[in-house]
Protein backbone atom coordinates (compact mmCIF):
# COMPACT_ATOMS: atom_id res chain seq x y z
CA UNK A 1 0.00 0.00 0.00
CA UNK A 2 3.02 2.40 0.29
CA UNK A 3 3.01 2.74 -3.22
CA UNK A 4 -0.14 4.42 -3.96
CA UNK A 5 -1.31 7.62 -2.85
CA UNK A 6 -3.76 7.96 0.57
CA UNK A 7 -2.47 4.24 1.46
CA UNK A 8 -3.99 4.77 5.28
CA UNK A 9 -7.09 2.93 6.16
CA UNK A 10 -10.28 5.76 5.25
CA UNK A 11 -11.86 5.44 9.05
CA UNK A 12 -10.21 4.75 11.60
CA UNK A 13 -13.43 4.60 13.85
CA UNK A 14 -14.68 1.38 12.04
CA UNK A 15 -11.24 -0.70 10.84
CA UNK A 16 -11.07 -4.19 9.60
CA UNK A 17 -7.61 -5.93 8.58
CA UNK A 18 -8.89 -7.60 5.53
CA UNK A 19 -9.50 -4.62 3.19
CA UNK A 20 -8.07 -3.87 0.37
CA UNK A 21 -6.85 -0.15 -0.99
CA UNK A 22 -8.45 0.53 -4.65
CA UNK A 23 -6.30 4.14 -4.92
CA UNK A 24 -3.88 4.08 -7.50
CA UNK A 25 -4.23 4.28 -11.60
CA UNK A 26 -7.11 3.47 -13.72
CA UNK A 27 -8.27 3.79 -17.00
CA UNK A 28 -10.35 7.28 -16.93
CA UNK A 29 -12.57 8.81 -19.78
CA UNK A 30 -14.96 12.26 -19.58
CA UNK A 31 -17.88 11.28 -21.12
CA UNK A 32 -19.33 14.95 -22.27
CA UNK A 33 -22.89 13.81 -23.72
CA UNK A 34 -23.76 11.88 -20.68
CA UNK A 35 -24.37 9.05 -23.17
CA UNK A 36 -22.00 6.54 -21.38
CA UNK A 37 -24.89 4.25 -19.94
CA UNK A 38 -27.04 4.08 -23.16
CA UNK A 39 -23.88 3.28 -25.05
CA UNK A 40 -23.07 0.93 -22.61
CA UNK A 41 -19.26 1.89 -21.67
CA UNK A 42 -19.58 -0.81 -18.76
CA UNK A 43 -18.72 -3.45 -20.84
CA UNK A 44 -15.79 -1.75 -22.50
CA UNK A 45 -12.51 -3.45 -22.44
CA UNK A 46 -10.43 0.02 -22.02
CA UNK A 47 -11.14 3.67 -21.33
CA UNK A 48 -9.16 6.66 -23.55
CA UNK A 49 -7.00 7.90 -20.38
CA UNK A 50 -5.77 7.32 -16.93
CA UNK A 51 -6.47 8.75 -13.61
CA UNK A 52 -4.79 8.75 -10.02
CA UNK A 53 -7.49 7.90 -7.69
CA UNK A 54 -8.40 9.45 -5.22
CA UNK A 55 -7.71 12.57 -7.10
CA UNK A 56 -10.45 14.41 -8.88
CA UNK A 57 -9.81 14.93 -12.94
CA UNK A 58 -10.03 18.86 -12.18
CA UNK A 59 -6.44 18.41 -10.04
CA UNK A 60 -3.08 18.41 -11.01
CA UNK A 61 -2.57 14.97 -8.97
CA UNK A 62 -4.67 13.16 -10.59
CA UNK A 63 -3.05 13.47 -13.30
CA UNK A 64 -5.66 15.02 -15.89
CA UNK A 65 -6.15 18.72 -14.51
CA UNK A 66 -9.38 19.37 -16.75
CA UNK A 67 -11.33 22.80 -14.78
CA UNK A 68 -13.95 22.63 -17.00
CA UNK A 69 -17.32 21.39 -17.21
CA UNK A 70 -17.95 17.43 -16.91
CA UNK A 71 -21.38 15.85 -16.99
CA UNK A 72 -20.10 12.71 -16.57
CA UNK A 73 -16.52 10.35 -15.88
CA UNK A 74 -16.32 7.37 -15.88
CA UNK A 75 -13.64 4.86 -14.47
CA UNK A 76 -12.49 1.64 -14.89
CA UNK A 77 -10.14 -1.38 -13.01
CA UNK A 78 -9.45 -4.64 -12.08
CA UNK A 79 -8.62 -6.28 -8.82
CA UNK A 80 -7.67 -9.92 -8.06
CA UNK A 81 -9.38 -12.12 -5.58
CA UNK A 82 -8.71 -15.43 -3.30
CA UNK A 83 -11.31 -18.39 -2.64
CA UNK A 84 -10.27 -17.37 1.36
CA UNK A 85 -11.64 -13.74 0.37
CA UNK A 86 -14.54 -15.12 -1.22
CA UNK A 87 -15.71 -17.03 1.84
CA UNK A 88 -18.28 -14.58 3.20
CA UNK A 89 -19.17 -11.05 2.33
CA UNK A 90 -17.14 -8.79 -0.48
CA UNK A 91 -18.20 -5.13 0.55
CA UNK A 92 -17.16 -2.41 -2.05
CA UNK A 93 -16.54 1.44 -0.27
CA UNK A 94 -16.57 4.10 -1.42
CA UNK A 95 -15.31 7.50 0.56
CA UNK A 96 -16.87 10.02 -1.82
CA UNK A 97 -18.32 10.80 -5.24
CA UNK A 98 -19.36 13.54 -6.49
CA UNK A 99 -22.57 13.61 -7.47
CA UNK A 100 -24.55 10.44 -8.45
CA UNK A 101 -22.04 7.66 -8.75
CA UNK A 102 -23.30 4.48 -11.17
CA UNK A 103 -21.32 1.14 -9.82
CA UNK A 104 -20.16 -1.94 -12.17
CA UNK A 105 -18.95 -4.87 -11.40
CA UNK A 106 -18.24 -7.56 -14.23
CA UNK A 107 -20.86 -5.59 -16.31
CA UNK A 108 -23.45 -5.64 -13.78
CA UNK A 109 -24.79 -2.89 -11.95
CA UNK A 110 -24.41 -3.68 -8.32
CA UNK A 111 -25.84 -0.17 -6.51
CA UNK A 112 -26.33 3.38 -7.21
CA UNK A 113 -25.66 6.18 -5.10
CA UNK A 114 -26.58 10.04 -4.95
CA UNK A 115 -24.88 12.29 -3.13
CA UNK A 116 -21.54 14.29 -3.27
CA UNK A 117 -20.09 14.08 0.39
CA UNK A 118 -20.99 11.08 1.58
CA UNK A 119 -19.65 7.47 1.96
CA UNK A 120 -21.55 4.26 0.54
CA UNK A 121 -20.88 0.50 0.01
CA UNK A 122 -22.35 -2.39 -1.85
CA UNK A 123 -22.10 -5.73 -1.04
CA UNK A 124 -21.10 -7.33 -4.30
CA UNK A 125 -20.55 -10.73 -3.26
CA UNK A 126 -23.22 -12.24 -6.10
CA UNK A 127 -21.11 -10.35 -8.83
CA UNK A 128 -17.82 -11.27 -8.09
CA UNK A 129 -15.75 -14.42 -8.57
CA UNK A 130 -12.19 -15.74 -7.55
CA UNK A 131 -9.86 -14.17 -9.81
CA UNK A 132 -9.65 -10.94 -11.82
CA UNK A 133 -12.95 -8.60 -11.56
CA UNK A 134 -13.75 -5.33 -13.72
CA UNK A 135 -14.88 -2.27 -11.77
CA UNK A 136 -16.34 0.32 -13.50
CA UNK A 137 -17.66 3.61 -11.97
CA UNK A 138 -19.97 6.34 -13.73
CA UNK A 139 -19.99 9.66 -11.92
CA UNK A 140 -23.06 12.54 -13.12
CA UNK A 141 -22.04 16.04 -11.70
CA UNK A 142 -24.34 19.20 -12.94
CA UNK A 143 -23.28 21.89 -10.01
CA UNK A 144 -25.57 24.52 -12.30
CA UNK A 145 -28.36 22.43 -12.05
CA UNK A 146 -29.56 23.91 -8.48
CA UNK A 147 -30.51 20.83 -7.26
CA UNK A 148 -27.71 19.18 -5.86
CA UNK A 149 -25.33 20.66 -2.66
CA UNK A 150 -22.03 21.22 -4.44
CA UNK A 151 -20.63 24.22 -1.70
CA UNK A 152 -18.11 26.09 -2.92
CA UNK A 153 -17.53 24.73 -5.97
CA UNK A 154 -18.01 26.96 -9.01
CA UNK A 155 -21.50 27.36 -11.09
CA UNK A 156 -19.10 29.83 -13.66
CA UNK A 157 -16.30 28.57 -15.98
CA UNK A 158 -13.71 30.19 -13.67
CA UNK A 159 -12.96 30.75 -9.99
CA UNK A 160 -14.69 33.74 -8.27
CA UNK A 161 -15.24 35.21 -5.49
CA UNK A 162 -15.49 32.86 -2.44
CA UNK A 163 -16.30 30.27 -5.16
CA UNK A 164 -13.54 27.91 -6.22
CA UNK A 165 -12.60 24.64 -8.96
CA UNK A 166 -14.92 22.16 -8.94
CA UNK A 167 -14.52 18.28 -7.78
CA UNK A 168 -16.39 15.69 -9.79
CA UNK A 169 -16.26 12.18 -9.42
CA UNK A 170 -14.24 9.95 -7.05
CA UNK A 171 -12.15 12.08 -4.49
CA UNK A 172 -11.71 9.93 -1.80
CA UNK A 173 -10.34 6.76 -1.24
CA UNK A 174 -12.25 3.39 -2.75
CA UNK A 175 -11.79 0.02 -0.50
CA UNK A 176 -12.92 -3.66 -0.58
CA UNK A 177 -13.30 -4.86 2.58
CA UNK A 178 -13.73 -9.20 3.64
CA UNK A 179 -16.03 -10.43 6.07
CA UNK A 180 -17.34 -13.29 7.62
CA UNK A 181 -20.90 -14.35 7.00
CA UNK A 182 -22.10 -12.83 10.36
CA UNK A 183 -20.74 -9.48 10.59
CA UNK A 184 -20.88 -5.92 12.41
CA UNK A 185 -22.69 -3.56 10.11
CA UNK A 186 -22.22 0.00 12.36
CA UNK A 187 -21.73 1.08 15.30
CA UNK A 188 -23.05 4.20 17.87
CA UNK A 189 -21.15 5.49 21.13
CA UNK A 190 -22.90 7.02 23.78
CA UNK A 191 -21.02 7.96 26.02
CA UNK A 192 -22.07 9.07 29.82
CA UNK A 193 -19.85 11.51 31.85
CA UNK A 194 -21.58 11.77 34.64
CA UNK A 195 -21.99 8.13 35.35
CA UNK A 196 -18.60 6.97 33.71
CA UNK A 197 -20.17 4.64 31.49
CA UNK A 198 -20.70 3.96 27.67
CA UNK A 199 -23.79 3.01 25.76
CA UNK A 200 -23.35 1.07 22.81
CA UNK A 201 -25.60 0.65 19.86
CA UNK A 202 -24.82 -1.73 17.69
CA UNK A 203 -26.15 -2.76 13.61
CA UNK A 204 -25.26 -6.77 12.97
CA UNK A 205 -25.95 -9.08 10.05
CA UNK A 206 -26.98 -12.38 11.21
CA UNK A 207 -27.11 -14.23 14.68
CA UNK A 208 -24.37 -14.71 17.04
CA UNK A 209 -22.61 -13.19 20.02
CA UNK A 210 -21.31 -9.32 20.01
CA UNK A 211 -18.52 -8.47 22.61
CA UNK A 212 -17.87 -4.93 23.28
CA UNK A 213 -13.84 -4.48 25.08
CA UNK A 214 -12.90 -1.12 25.53
CA UNK A 215 -9.22 0.22 26.84
CA UNK A 216 -7.30 3.07 28.01
CA UNK A 217 -3.70 3.44 26.89
CA UNK A 218 -3.62 -0.46 27.06
CA UNK A 219 -5.41 -1.05 30.56
CA UNK A 220 -8.82 -2.61 30.26
CA UNK A 221 -11.83 0.00 31.11
CA UNK A 222 -14.89 -2.51 31.10
CA UNK A 223 -16.56 -4.97 28.65
CA UNK A 224 -19.91 -6.27 27.79
CA UNK A 225 -21.77 -9.00 25.66
CA UNK A 226 -25.11 -10.05 24.09
CA UNK A 227 -26.74 -12.67 22.19
CA UNK A 228 -28.34 -11.58 18.74
CA UNK A 229 -30.48 -12.79 16.14
CA UNK A 230 -29.41 -9.48 14.12
CA UNK A 231 -30.66 -6.36 13.50
CA UNK A 232 -30.12 -3.69 16.81
CA UNK A 233 -28.71 -4.69 19.53
CA UNK A 234 -27.66 -2.32 22.78
CA UNK A 235 -24.76 -2.92 25.56
CA UNK A 236 -23.83 -0.66 28.48
CA UNK A 237 -20.74 -0.56 30.01
CA UNK A 238 -19.56 0.72 33.25
CA UNK A 239 -15.83 2.24 32.43
CA UNK A 240 -13.69 1.63 35.44
CA UNK A 241 -11.07 4.72 34.75
CA UNK A 242 -11.99 8.28 33.46
CA UNK A 243 -10.44 10.06 31.15
CA UNK A 244 -11.84 13.33 29.48
CA UNK A 245 -11.75 14.34 26.53
CA UNK A 246 -10.82 18.28 26.63
CA UNK A 247 -9.92 20.97 24.21
CA UNK A 248 -5.78 19.62 23.59
CA UNK A 249 -6.23 16.80 24.96
CA UNK A 250 -8.23 14.04 23.36
CA UNK A 251 -7.90 10.46 25.68
CA UNK A 252 -9.60 8.39 23.27
CA UNK A 253 -10.65 4.43 24.48
CA UNK A 254 -9.69 2.30 22.30
CA UNK A 255 -12.91 -0.48 21.34
CA UNK A 256 -13.05 -3.69 20.32
CA UNK A 257 -16.05 -5.10 18.85
CA UNK A 258 -16.75 -9.01 18.21
CA UNK A 259 -19.24 -10.76 16.68
CA UNK A 260 -18.41 -13.98 15.71
CA UNK A 261 -15.35 -14.57 13.21
CA UNK A 262 -15.62 -10.66 12.72
CA UNK A 263 -13.46 -8.44 14.43
CA UNK A 264 -13.45 -4.67 14.16
CA UNK A 265 -11.06 -1.52 15.96
CA UNK A 266 -12.69 1.81 16.97
CA UNK A 267 -12.50 4.32 19.74
CA UNK A 268 -14.49 6.51 21.68
CA UNK A 269 -13.93 9.87 23.59
CA UNK A 270 -15.84 10.53 26.75
CA UNK A 271 -16.95 14.21 26.66
CA UNK A 272 -20.08 15.91 27.05
CA UNK A 273 -20.84 18.93 25.31
CA UNK A 274 -23.90 21.02 26.16
CA UNK A 275 -25.83 24.69 26.18
CA UNK A 276 -26.18 26.44 29.41
CA UNK A 277 -27.79 29.21 29.30
CA UNK A 278 -25.56 31.83 27.12
CA UNK A 279 -22.52 29.67 27.76
CA UNK A 280 -21.11 26.54 25.61
CA UNK A 281 -20.00 23.75 28.30
CA UNK A 282 -17.78 20.92 27.58
CA UNK A 283 -17.42 18.54 30.82
CA UNK A 284 -19.53 20.70 32.62
CA UNK A 285 -17.14 23.73 32.22
CA UNK A 286 -17.61 26.56 30.01
CA UNK A 287 -15.28 27.19 27.23
CA UNK A 288 -14.92 29.67 24.44
CA UNK A 289 -15.51 28.19 20.93
CA UNK A 290 -12.05 29.76 19.46
CA UNK A 291 -13.07 28.58 15.58
CA UNK A 292 -11.47 29.09 12.39
CA UNK A 293 -13.03 28.77 9.49
CA UNK A 294 -11.44 25.89 7.67
CA UNK A 295 -12.55 24.72 4.14
CA UNK A 296 -10.91 21.89 2.88
CA UNK A 297 -9.04 22.89 -0.15
CA UNK A 298 -5.47 21.98 -1.51
CA UNK A 299 -3.88 24.04 -4.11
CA UNK A 300 -2.82 20.57 -6.07
CA UNK A 301 -5.52 17.57 -4.44
CA UNK A 302 -8.47 20.55 -4.27
CA UNK A 303 -11.05 18.47 -2.38
CA UNK A 304 -8.73 16.08 -1.50
CA UNK A 305 -5.47 16.63 0.72
CA UNK A 306 -2.31 15.14 -0.90
CA UNK A 307 -1.32 13.34 2.17
CA UNK A 308 -2.58 12.28 5.50
CA UNK A 309 0.21 14.60 7.46
CA UNK A 310 -1.60 17.70 5.28
CA UNK A 311 -4.89 16.60 6.68
CA UNK A 312 -2.91 17.04 10.34
CA UNK A 313 -1.04 20.05 9.58
CA UNK A 314 -4.12 22.30 8.87
CA UNK A 315 -4.55 20.97 12.50
CA UNK A 316 -1.71 21.81 14.23
CA UNK A 317 -1.43 25.62 12.10
CA UNK A 318 -4.59 26.34 13.71
CA UNK A 319 -3.69 25.31 16.74
CA UNK A 320 -0.35 26.82 16.84
CA UNK A 321 -2.02 30.52 16.34
CA UNK A 322 -4.56 29.66 19.41
CA UNK A 323 -7.57 28.44 17.69
CA UNK A 324 -9.02 25.46 19.95
CA UNK A 325 -11.43 24.12 17.04
CA UNK A 326 -12.72 25.05 12.97
CA UNK A 327 -16.45 25.50 11.45
CA UNK A 328 -15.29 22.95 8.91
CA UNK A 329 -17.12 25.21 6.13
CA UNK A 330 -19.34 24.37 2.86
CA UNK A 331 -18.01 20.63 2.72
CA UNK A 332 -18.70 17.02 4.81
CA UNK A 333 -14.75 16.51 5.81
CA UNK A 334 -13.64 13.04 5.76
CA UNK A 335 -12.94 10.69 8.55
CA UNK A 336 -9.48 10.97 8.76
CA UNK A 337 -9.32 14.40 9.25
CA UNK A 338 -11.75 13.97 11.85
CA UNK A 339 -10.24 11.23 13.66
CA UNK A 340 -6.91 13.87 14.01
CA UNK A 341 -9.06 16.47 15.86
CA UNK A 342 -10.67 13.79 17.63
CA UNK A 343 -6.98 12.53 19.45
CA UNK A 344 -5.84 16.19 19.31
CA UNK A 345 -9.11 17.41 21.04
CA UNK A 346 -9.88 19.89 18.73
CA UNK A 347 -13.65 21.20 18.55
CA UNK A 348 -15.30 21.26 15.19
CA UNK A 349 -18.48 22.10 13.65
CA UNK A 350 -20.15 19.26 11.38
CA UNK A 351 -21.62 21.14 7.80
CA UNK A 352 -23.23 20.40 4.70
CA UNK A 353 -21.87 22.21 1.59
CA UNK A 354 -25.39 23.12 1.15
CA UNK A 355 -25.28 25.89 -1.63
CA UNK A 356 -25.90 24.80 -4.97
CA UNK A 357 -29.02 23.06 -2.90
CA UNK A 358 -32.66 24.99 -3.47
CA UNK A 359 -34.12 26.01 0.21
CA UNK A 360 -36.90 28.30 -1.54
CA UNK A 361 -39.06 24.87 -1.80
CA UNK A 362 -39.76 21.45 -0.14
CA UNK A 363 -39.17 19.72 -3.30
CA UNK A 364 -34.90 19.89 -3.10
CA UNK A 365 -35.30 18.21 0.27
CA UNK A 366 -35.22 14.71 -1.29
CA UNK A 367 -31.60 15.68 -2.69
CA UNK A 368 -30.68 17.22 0.89
CA UNK A 369 -31.56 15.17 3.75
CA UNK A 370 -30.95 11.93 2.22
CA UNK A 371 -27.22 12.81 1.97
CA UNK A 372 -27.44 14.90 5.75
CA UNK A 373 -28.49 11.80 7.07
CA UNK A 374 -25.67 9.58 6.03
CA UNK A 375 -23.12 12.57 7.42
CA UNK A 376 -24.48 12.48 10.74
CA UNK A 377 -24.97 9.00 11.20
CA UNK A 378 -21.30 8.49 9.90
CA UNK A 379 -19.81 10.80 11.99
CA UNK A 380 -21.73 10.41 14.92
CA UNK A 381 -19.33 9.14 16.95
CA UNK A 382 -16.71 11.51 16.50
CA UNK A 383 -16.13 13.19 20.18
CA UNK A 384 -14.50 16.49 18.16
CA UNK A 385 -18.06 17.05 16.47
CA UNK A 386 -19.84 19.36 19.24
CA UNK A 387 -22.71 20.80 16.67
CA UNK A 388 -24.33 20.04 13.41
CA UNK A 389 -25.05 22.87 10.80
CA UNK A 390 -26.82 21.59 8.02
CA UNK A 391 -27.04 25.20 6.16
CA UNK A 392 -25.34 27.84 5.87
CA UNK A 393 -26.37 31.54 4.73
CA UNK A 394 -30.14 30.57 3.08
CA UNK A 395 -30.21 33.75 0.93
CA UNK A 396 -33.22 34.42 -1.68
CA UNK A 397 -32.26 32.91 -4.87
CA UNK A 398 -33.35 34.26 -8.34
CA UNK A 399 -35.30 35.96 -6.09
CA UNK A 400 -37.43 33.11 -4.05
CA UNK A 401 -36.70 33.55 -0.28
CA UNK A 402 -36.24 30.82 1.97
CA UNK A 403 -38.98 28.12 2.87
CA UNK A 404 -39.31 28.41 6.07
CA UNK A 405 -40.80 24.87 6.34
CA UNK A 406 -38.02 23.78 4.97
CA UNK A 407 -35.29 24.86 7.41
CA UNK A 408 -37.42 23.59 10.19
CA UNK A 409 -38.15 20.20 8.67
CA UNK A 410 -33.62 20.12 8.06
CA UNK A 411 -33.37 21.04 12.07
CA UNK A 412 -36.22 18.65 13.13
CA UNK A 413 -34.51 15.68 11.21
CA UNK A 414 -31.29 16.55 12.36
CA UNK A 415 -32.13 16.23 15.87
CA UNK A 416 -34.27 13.31 15.41
CA UNK A 417 -30.74 11.63 14.81
CA UNK A 418 -28.89 13.42 17.01
CA UNK A 419 -29.97 14.70 20.07
CA UNK A 420 -26.70 14.92 21.85
CA UNK A 421 -25.56 17.86 20.01
CA UNK A 422 -26.60 21.36 19.47
CA UNK A 423 -28.02 22.33 16.07
CA UNK A 424 -28.18 25.96 13.84
CA UNK A 425 -30.57 25.66 11.06
CA UNK A 426 -29.07 28.00 8.89
CA UNK A 427 -25.80 29.85 9.73
CA UNK A 428 -25.50 33.56 9.66
CA UNK A 429 -29.17 34.25 8.38
CA UNK A 430 -32.88 33.51 7.92
CA UNK A 431 -33.08 31.47 11.69
CA UNK A 432 -36.64 29.68 12.03
CA UNK A 433 -35.84 26.87 14.52
CA UNK A 434 -32.39 27.19 15.92
CA UNK A 435 -30.67 25.68 19.28
CA UNK A 436 -28.29 28.92 19.29
CA UNK A 437 -28.65 32.40 17.61
CA UNK A 438 -25.56 32.69 14.98
CA UNK A 439 -24.59 35.45 13.24
CA UNK A 440 -21.65 36.73 10.20
CA UNK A 441 -20.53 40.58 10.03
CA UNK A 442 -17.31 41.38 8.38
CA UNK A 443 -17.45 44.83 9.61
CA UNK A 444 -13.30 45.91 9.81
CA UNK A 445 -13.93 48.97 12.03
CA UNK A 446 -13.41 47.73 15.36
CA UNK A 447 -15.10 51.05 17.20
CA UNK A 448 -17.93 50.48 15.34
CA UNK A 449 -18.22 46.67 15.88
CA UNK A 450 -17.68 47.54 19.65
CA UNK A 451 -20.42 49.93 19.94
CA UNK A 452 -23.18 47.06 18.29
CA UNK A 453 -21.90 44.61 20.88
CA UNK A 454 -22.13 46.62 23.57
CA UNK A 455 -25.37 47.50 22.59
CA UNK A 456 -26.05 43.84 22.59
CA UNK A 457 -24.23 43.40 25.63
CA UNK A 458 -26.49 45.85 28.08
CA UNK A 459 -29.86 45.79 26.06
CA UNK A 460 -30.15 42.13 25.45
CA UNK A 461 -31.44 43.46 21.65
CA UNK A 462 -28.92 42.47 18.37
CA UNK A 463 -31.35 44.07 16.14
CA UNK A 464 -28.37 46.59 14.94
CA UNK A 465 -26.41 43.42 13.20
CA UNK A 466 -30.09 42.66 10.93
CA UNK A 467 -29.15 44.03 7.68
CA UNK A 468 -31.37 42.44 5.28
CA UNK A 469 -33.71 44.04 3.27
CA UNK A 470 -36.92 44.47 5.09
CA UNK A 471 -39.24 42.16 3.87
CA UNK A 472 -36.94 39.45 4.91
CA UNK A 473 -36.20 40.43 8.37
CA UNK A 474 -38.18 39.26 10.51
CA UNK A 475 -36.60 35.95 9.36
CA UNK A 476 -33.84 37.38 11.80
CA UNK A 477 -35.25 38.28 14.67
CA UNK A 478 -33.47 37.89 18.25
CA UNK A 479 -35.42 36.36 21.20
CA UNK A 480 -32.70 35.58 23.36
CA UNK A 481 -30.73 32.49 23.74
CA UNK A 482 -27.24 31.64 23.31
CA UNK A 483 -25.04 34.19 20.89
CA UNK A 484 -22.31 32.32 18.46
CA UNK A 485 -20.29 35.15 16.15
CA UNK A 486 -19.67 32.42 13.29
CA UNK A 487 -17.99 34.46 11.03
CA UNK A 488 -16.09 37.72 11.57
CA UNK A 489 -12.95 38.84 10.16
CA UNK A 490 -12.42 38.17 6.99
CA UNK A 491 -9.04 40.24 6.80
CA UNK A 492 -7.22 41.08 3.20
CA UNK A 493 -3.64 39.79 3.24
CA UNK A 494 -1.49 39.03 -0.12
CA UNK A 495 1.90 38.38 0.46
CA UNK A 496 2.97 39.30 -2.77
CA UNK A 497 0.89 42.44 -3.01
CA UNK A 498 -1.73 41.50 -5.26
CA UNK A 499 -4.62 43.88 -5.55
CA UNK A 500 -7.10 41.24 -7.59
CA UNK A 501 -7.15 39.20 -4.61
CA UNK A 502 -11.00 38.46 -3.04
CA UNK A 503 -11.49 39.53 0.50
CA UNK A 504 -13.77 41.95 3.08
CA UNK A 505 -13.47 45.15 3.09
CA UNK A 506 -10.62 47.33 2.81
CA UNK A 507 -6.97 45.78 2.93
CA UNK A 508 -4.45 47.05 5.80
CA UNK A 509 -1.40 48.49 4.08
CA UNK A 510 0.60 46.89 6.76
CA UNK A 511 1.15 43.72 9.19
CA UNK A 512 0.91 46.27 11.77
CA UNK A 513 -2.55 47.93 10.64
CA UNK A 514 -3.62 44.20 9.93
CA UNK A 515 -2.85 42.85 13.67
CA UNK A 516 -3.86 46.23 15.15
CA UNK A 517 -7.72 45.48 13.63
CA UNK A 518 -7.43 41.63 14.54
CA UNK A 519 -7.00 42.12 17.85
CA UNK A 520 -9.17 45.35 17.82
CA UNK A 521 -12.46 42.70 16.73
CA UNK A 522 -11.05 39.76 18.44
CA UNK A 523 -10.97 41.72 21.94
CA UNK A 524 -14.67 42.78 21.29
CA UNK A 525 -16.04 39.21 21.28
CA UNK A 526 -13.98 37.81 23.88
CA UNK A 527 -14.56 40.94 26.22
CA UNK A 528 -18.09 40.21 25.65
CA UNK A 529 -20.24 38.23 28.41
CA UNK A 530 -22.99 37.03 26.00
CA UNK A 531 -20.98 35.72 23.20
CA UNK A 532 -19.71 32.05 23.83
CA UNK A 533 -17.70 31.81 20.99
CA UNK A 534 -16.18 33.25 17.62
CA UNK A 535 -15.25 31.80 13.84
CA UNK A 536 -12.63 33.94 12.35
CA UNK A 537 -12.40 33.83 8.61
CA UNK A 538 -10.50 31.95 7.87
CA UNK A 539 -7.36 29.70 8.50
CA UNK A 540 -5.67 30.32 4.75
CA UNK A 541 -6.00 31.56 1.35
CA UNK A 542 -8.03 29.35 -1.20
CA UNK A 543 -7.47 30.63 -4.90
CA UNK A 544 -8.39 34.02 -5.46
CA UNK A 545 -9.56 34.61 -1.45
CA UNK A 546 -6.69 35.78 0.24
CA UNK A 547 -7.81 36.69 3.73
CA UNK A 548 -6.65 33.68 5.41
CA UNK A 549 -3.62 33.66 7.87
CA UNK A 550 -1.65 31.42 5.73
CA UNK A 551 -1.43 31.39 2.58
CA UNK A 552 -2.97 28.82 0.11
CA UNK A 553 0.15 26.40 0.60
CA UNK A 554 -0.04 27.45 4.44
CA UNK A 555 2.68 29.47 4.32
CA UNK A 556 2.78 31.56 7.53
CA UNK A 557 1.85 35.45 6.51
CA UNK A 558 2.04 36.29 10.48
CA UNK A 559 3.93 35.77 13.42
CA UNK A 560 1.93 33.15 14.88
CA UNK A 561 2.75 33.97 18.68
CA UNK A 562 1.14 37.19 17.61
CA UNK A 563 -1.60 35.51 16.71
CA UNK A 564 -1.55 33.38 19.64
CA UNK A 565 -1.54 36.16 21.92
CA UNK A 566 -4.61 37.85 20.27
CA UNK A 567 -7.07 34.80 19.80
CA UNK A 568 -5.74 32.93 23.18
CA UNK A 569 -6.83 35.70 25.26
CA UNK A 570 -9.06 34.57 28.18
CA UNK A 571 -13.05 35.17 27.53
CA UNK A 572 -15.07 36.85 29.86
CA UNK A 573 -18.11 34.16 29.49
CA UNK A 574 -15.59 31.60 30.78
CA UNK A 575 -14.81 33.10 34.11
CA UNK A 576 -18.73 33.11 34.57
Not at 199 to 214: D, N
Not at 313 to 328: T, Y
Request: charged share 25%; glycine share 8%; aromatic share 14%.
Amino acid sequence: MKNIPRPEHPNPQFERQTWTNLNGEWQFEIDHGKSGIERKFYQRDSLNDKIIVPFCPESELSGIGYKDFMASVWYRRTFTLTANQLSGHVLLHFGAVDYEAVIYVNQKEVGRHQGGYTSFSFDITAAVHEGENTLMVCAIDDTRSGKQPSGKQSEKHNSYGCYYTRTTGIWQTVWLEYVPQNYIERVWFYPDVENTKLSVKAQLHGSGKLEVLTSYQNSDTGSAAAVSRGGTVWLEIPLSEKHLWEVGHGRLYDVTLRFGEDEVKSYFGLRGAQMDGMRFLLNGQSVFQRLVLDQGYYPDGIYTAPTEEHLLKDIQLSMEVGFNGARLHEKIFEPRFLYHCDRLGYMVWGEHANWGFDHTNADGLSRFLGEWREAVSRDFNHPSIIGWCPLNETWPLKGHVQDDDVLKTIYQETKLWDSTRPCIDSSGSYHVMTDIFDLHTYEQNPESFGNKFTAFEKENSLESWIIFSHEHRTHQTYSGGPVFVSEYGGICWDENGNSDGWGYGDAPKTKDEFLSRLKGLTDVLLDNSKIFGFCYTQLYDVEQEINGLFTYHREAKFDSKVLREIISKKAKIEEI
